[in-house]
């Protein structure tokens, strides 16, 4: 999860179960400050799903 400089949160989402993780999507994106940039279907596609990502905020540590 980052924060970015206007105070939005920027997260990807990783869930193999695509019914559950379409859900996640669409939840977190009725919150103004929540963007989801990207949802995932494994741990193996977190890193090149985020490798295009500018860091630009601070990082939270939070998994």
């Known amino acids: 999860m980052v ?9 990807l989402i990783a869930k193999d ?3 559950l993780r379409e ?6 994106s ?3 400050d929540i963007t989801v940039a990207a949802g995932v279907a ?3 596609e ?3 799903a985020g490798a ?3 860091l ?3 990082q939270t540590g939070r998994p």
């Open 42 to 44: 494994s741990g193996l």
């Open 30 to 32: 009725l919150d103004g």
């Open 17 to 19: 179960v695509h019914i």
């Open 52 to 54: 295009g990502w500018h």
């Open 23 to 28: 859900a996640l999507v669409g939840l977190l």
């Open 3 to 11: 924060v970015i400089g206007n105070g939005v949160i920027r997260m």
């Open 46 to 48: 977190i890193a090149p």
């Open 56 to 58: 630009g905020g601070s």
